[in-house]
């Protein structure tokens, strides 16, 4: 979708929010998929407010991206626009054992960054992709952590009150890769309460997460991580593996040979043919194990 009123352009420029023409989502997301639209970055967290009324006032359909990487996007001209958070400078301010971060953050910087003042416990999402805000509304974990663990408030533009709020960390409901937040709810910022350890004891811990995943994961190729979640009791990798499914490919789109979660981009997969191929894996685990498998990948298909 294009905006080409140039008077609600210069609104957006009146706003400080950066107008970016006719982009390629498949260059901001990490499985290398997706079509044509514009997107606006939204520098102020406030000026949300006025760029999301100018939209409504026009009945312009928009999406919130974050990071990019667990994220399938359809292909071709796409029927909304995107907004995105610029990351600040600096995007973490640490007090005691406070890490207050800006939801367009890094998130594997911002592990490292805590590391090196000595603040642990999010050592298994060293390697997720994507940033904070991400990491936050999909509950992001590894190795026996999550990120809601630690979350202590948030500040986000609640859709549904058309305003920024701040919430405490009991107020949300953080389960396995699903949080409270209502999916077109905004995340600007989080305070986290991290545990004090040794940089010498984090990087331990870093190093041996970091060895796992490269042993297991098609780390280097395009995907958005694992495509399904794991139901109750069950790897929804050993499944397709068990049923030799590793190689299986639609066009370009193909299950990779390392782990059987993780559906990759070999070439020039469109949205089209990944689609197809998640929809058949999850038909044939269905018949094998009379199992449904979930979605953890988001889709923004039109
Ligand atoms: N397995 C296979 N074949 C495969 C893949 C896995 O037999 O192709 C077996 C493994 O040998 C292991 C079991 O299945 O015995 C579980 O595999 P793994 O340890 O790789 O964990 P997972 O359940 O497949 C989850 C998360 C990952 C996270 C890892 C490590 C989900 C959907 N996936 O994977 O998260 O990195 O644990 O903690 O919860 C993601 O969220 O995108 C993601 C990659």
Redesign the pocket.
Known sequence: MRLEDCKLLASVAELGVEHLPGISLSEYTSLGIGGTTDLLLIREHESILGMLQLLDNEKIPHKFLGGGS?LLVGDGELPWIVLQLARPEPDVLLEGNFAHVDAAADLGRTVTYCAKHDLGGME?LIGVPGTVGGALRMN?G??GMQIGSYVREVKLYRAAARRIEILEGDQIFFEY?HTSFAPDDMMLAVTLELPSKSYQEIIQGIRICNEK?RA??PLGQKSA??I???PPGA????MI?ELGL?GLSVGDARVSDR???FFVNAGKASARDMLSLIADVRDRVERAYGVKLEN?VVVWNA
Request: proline share 0%; net charge positive; hydrophobic share 20%.
């Open positions: 667990n298994g992001a590894a190795y890769r995943r297991s994961q991580g694992c399904f979640k794991n790897s929804a990798g050993r593996d590793k782990h059987a979660n953890e």
